[in-house]
Nanobody
């Protein structure tokens, strides 16, 4: 099992940027895909982005494609989510997750290990 800790959330204005980090401990994540999800109040948790173990392949939700960039530094056992052109509808708690199988997936059910989340609030 891996422990995941997200950081970098906060309050930002409409159109602003934030970079989230997800630091892993307990085991290496360098041989596994990783994902970012988010959950807004009263809504189900939804997929945001995923990245392959090497970082060579990425996959995004339609709602964030072109604005968000997922990346990783395997030497630091860390995954990042760069968020640009933020909108009020991006407001949510953002979670980092490691899948049960080491492949990219957009399904919540495919992920076994989750961080505690970090709040992102975009003001209008």
């Amino acid at each position: 099992q891996v422990q995941l800790v997200e950081s970098g959330g906060g309050l930002v204005q409409n159109g602003g940027s934030l970079t989230l980090s997800c630091a892993a401990s307990g085991r290496t994540i360098s041989n596994s895909a990783m994902g970012w999800f988010r959950q807004a109040p009263g809504k189900e948790r939804e997929f945001v982005a995923a990245i392959s173990w090497s970082g060579g392949d990425t996959y995004y939700a339609v709602s964030v494609k072109g604005r968000f960039t997922i990346s990783r530094d395997n030497a630091k056992n860390t995954v990042y989510l760069q968020m640009n052109s933020l909108k009020p509808e991006d407001t949510a708690v953002y979670y980092c997750a490691a899948p049960s199988r080491p492949v990219m997936s957009a399904r919540v059910s495919e992920y076994r290990d989750w961080g505690q989340g970090t709040q992102v609030t975009v003001s209008s």
